[in-house]
């Protein structure tokens, strides 16, 4: 994978924060396993003392703060703490779906391995969601977590039998265009290849208070590999 320059990331700046667009299969932070590039390591080559407000998966793209100074940071720590930062995610998922601000309320516990379940005894977590928009088989999801637990939109989109496209973790199978396309033809010799190679969530804005007291909302545009599948669910539908 070819490393993007951070400064092509940027979505918004001012003398605090950083915002990007996070690129998917670029984690934030070092993983258990270090020394793979990550968007902390990107961000100190331009900013020496930038720390990361909060995480992304791996998989996920979209919007990301960064605090380019301790007192930022923990200006904006504060506010994920108290759940005063407005998070918007968007999912591909399997199924047609009507929703219209559900409210899903289903508590999580962490596992071994880097995973996550509903459990009863687990910590509370909300997440609401909305359809944006319905295709043959899948529809276009807003999820807007009101607690940041781990895993916390894959497990409850799962929960609500709408699993993320790609992400099998959580019974999301992969989605190939020969399901929609009836004369896909694969060249001989080859296999056909997922849609999306990895599970389609994006994290389409953030809006947070900067030091000085004004609300700031910053929307993440889709990554190449999300509009496409977007766009391609649409022309099938």
């Not at 605090?16 to 258990?32: G, H, M, S």
């Not at 992304?56 to 100074?69: C, F, I, R, V, W």
């Not at 940071?73 to 559900?102: C, I, P, S, T």
């Not at 080859?190 to 190679?197: A, N, R, S, T, Y």
Request: glycine share 6%; with cysteine.
């Amino acid at each position: 994978m070819k490393l993007p320059d951070f400064s092509d990331l940027i979505l918004f700046e001012d003398e605090d924060y950083v915002v990007i667009n996070k690129p998917p299969f670029l984690a934030t932070l070092d993983e258990r396993f270090g020394g793979a590039p990550n968007i902390l390591r990107l961000a100190r080559e331009q900013y020496d003392d930038i720390q990361a407000c909060h995480r992304l998966d791996k998989e996920t793209s979209g919007a990301l703060a960064l605090a380019k100074n301790p007192e930022a940071y923990r200006h904006l720590a504060m506010q994920f703490e108290n759940r005063e930062v407005k998070k918007v995610y968007h999912a591909v998922a399997w199924g047609v779906h009507d929703y219209d601000g559900l409210r899903v309320e289903r508590s999580i516990e962490t596992t071994t391995k880097g995973k996550a379940r509903l459990a009863y005894k687990g910590k509370p977590a909300t997440t609401l969601v909305r359809t944006l928009e319905a295709f043959a088989r899948h529809t276009l999801l807003e999820c807007q977590p009101i607690t940041g637990r781990m895993h916390q939109i894959r497990l409850h989109l799962a929960y609500l039998q709408a699993p993320i496209v790609g992400d099998q973790m959580y019974g999301g199978d992969d989605f190939y265009l020969s399901s929609l396309k009836k004369k896909f033809n694969v060249k001989q010799g080859e296999e056909e290849q997922p849609f999306i190679k990895r599970f389609a969530l994006h994290a389409a804005n953030l809006t947070f208070a900067r030091l000085g007291g004004e609300t700031v909302t910053i929307e993440a545009p889709y990554p190449k590999d999300f509009r496409v599948l977007v766009d391609t669910l649409r022309q099938y539908s």
